[in-house]
């Protein structure tokens, strides 16, 4: 295999879904000068557009084209959609080139890729960058969007040592700090502390929304409720794939939740004011000792 230098350049980089994610990537990559040139694929003309007019992009191609030229390529997608990307890249994928993604789960990604690149797997270093927010699509972009922030990867005993390499200084590149973990473990951890949150922010919207006086009740918000509530503007299509993709994960942290809430409710209607201050106390420290980390 061809090994491009991290600390130089990694060649023409195709980003598959110039979102949020992908276009704050070709932000990153162009301004860290680490890329000879970043093509987008997308399914939104407008999307390609606006991510080419910001300078995230340098030309559009769709994806046999992208297997055919670059040295890497980076799933961008909905975590349902990659296996077609997978299905669609495969025939044409150059021995040189690396593909990583951004999906937030992993399990499910690393199935589709093995079982359909086959012996081509060994090219695929799984990835997900802990860097987002509530609003999507290329106009939200930032090229700072990774800088100081995580992005695990999760390698495949088929990965190489070097192309493991690669792809994290990839990440670096893009400000990211990198972390390497399984991904059974991966994504057990982030359906407690990404996964769930979001399903609840969706949950309490669609209660406060659905009520017979909603109207009124989102009439009197204040800075709690938005702040809850900031992430249930994010990717419905997103989330939905994300959901079904880790749902093993996610149903036993909801278990949990359903059975600290249903403790909660029986402490207000016991009237059981030390109860309810002692399961507070506890919350609230360890939520405050979160800042100083």
Request: charged share 20%; proline share 3%.
């Amino acid at each position: 295999m061809t090994i491009i230098n991290p600390e130089s350049n990694y060649g023409t980089v195709t980003i598959v879904g110039v979102g949020l994610i992908g276009a704050s990537l070709g932000l990153a990559l162009k301004q860290a000068g680490v890329v000879k040139t970043v093509l987008g694929v997308g399914r939104s003309q407008a999307n390609l557009d606006q991510a080419l007019k910001m300078g995230a992009i340098d030309g559009e191609v769709d994806l046999v084209e992208a297997a055919k030229k670059s040295d890497v390529i980076v799933l961008c997608v909905p975590v349902a959609q990659m296996r077609a990307a997978f299905e669609t890249i495969e025939p044409y994928l150059e021995a040189k080139t690396l593909i990583t993604d951004a999906g937030s789960t992993k399990g499910d990604v690393i199935l589709a890729a093995k079982e359909v690149l086959g012996k081509k797997a060994c090219q695929f270093v799984p990835a997900h960058p802990i860097a987002g927010g509530a609003q999507h699509g290329a106009a939200a972009a930032q090229a700072d969007l990774f800088q100081g922030k995580q992005t695990i990867i999760c390698p495949l005993q088929e990965n190489s040592p070097q192309d493991t390499a690669l792809i994290a200084g990839f990440w670096e590149s893009a400000g990211a700090i990198v972390k390497r973990i399984g991904s059974v473990q991966h994504d057990a951890i982030y359906a407690a502390v990404s996964h769930l949150p979001h399903l609840l922010s969706y949950a309490l919207m669609a209660s406060v929304v659905n009520s017979e006086d909603a109207d009124q009740k989102l009439g009197h918000i204040g800075a709690g409720f938005k702040d809850f509530t900031r992430i249930a503007a994010s990717s419905p299509e997103m989330w939905r794939d994300i959901c079904l993709g880790n749902r093993t994960a996610i149903l036993k942290e909801l278990d949990q939740y359903l059975l600290i809430v249903s403790h909660m409710r029986k402490l207000i209607a016991d009237n059981d004011g030390a109860g309810l201050e002692k399961l507070f106390n506890k919350a609230s420290k360890a939520r405050q000792d979160l800042d100083v980390l």
